[in-house]
């Protein structure tokens, strides 16, 4: 079993930067990739970054190639989306996921879920 606690969302200006956490429960995790997807009301969720997990390896989403960075911290079971130069389109609840492809465009296919963190980027 996997646990994922995200932390970090918030309210910011266009330009600004923010740094999410997803904090990772769970003997077995390595073996998984994490991801981060958006969500807006209304909309599906949408992939934004994924890693994985052994080797650090990323991927990204054309939408925010060049702003954002995943990465992840090994001895504390940690991932970090590191997000620059933020605009208003990027305002929605993100949510972290594990699973065991490493990159996966569906939701269906990720098999644990944090809980989500509103970030609301103002104009």
């Known amino acids: 079993q996997v646990q994922l606690v995200e932390s970090g969302g918030g309210l910011v200006q266009t330009g600004a930067s923010l740094r999410l956490s997803c904090a990772a429960s769970?003997?077995?995790?390595?073996?998984?990739?994490m991801a981060w997807f958006r969500q807006v009301p209304g909309k599906e969720r949408e992939l934004v970054a994924a890693i994985r997990w052994t080797t650090g390896t990323p991927y990204y989403t054309n939408t925010v190639k060049g702003r954002f960075t995943i990465s992840r911290d090994n001895a504390t079971n940690t991932g970090y989306l590191q997000m620059s130069s933020l605009e208003p389109e990027d305002t929605a609840v993100y949510y972290c996921?594990?699973?065991?492809?490493?990159?996966?465009?569906?939701?269906?296919?990720?098999?644990?879920w944090g809980q989500g963190t509103q970030v609301t980027v103002s104009s």
């Open positions: 996921a594990a699973g065991s492809r490493f990159v996966s465009l569906f939701p269906r296919e990720y098999d644990y």
């Open positions: 769970g003997r077995t995790f390595s073996r998984y990739a």
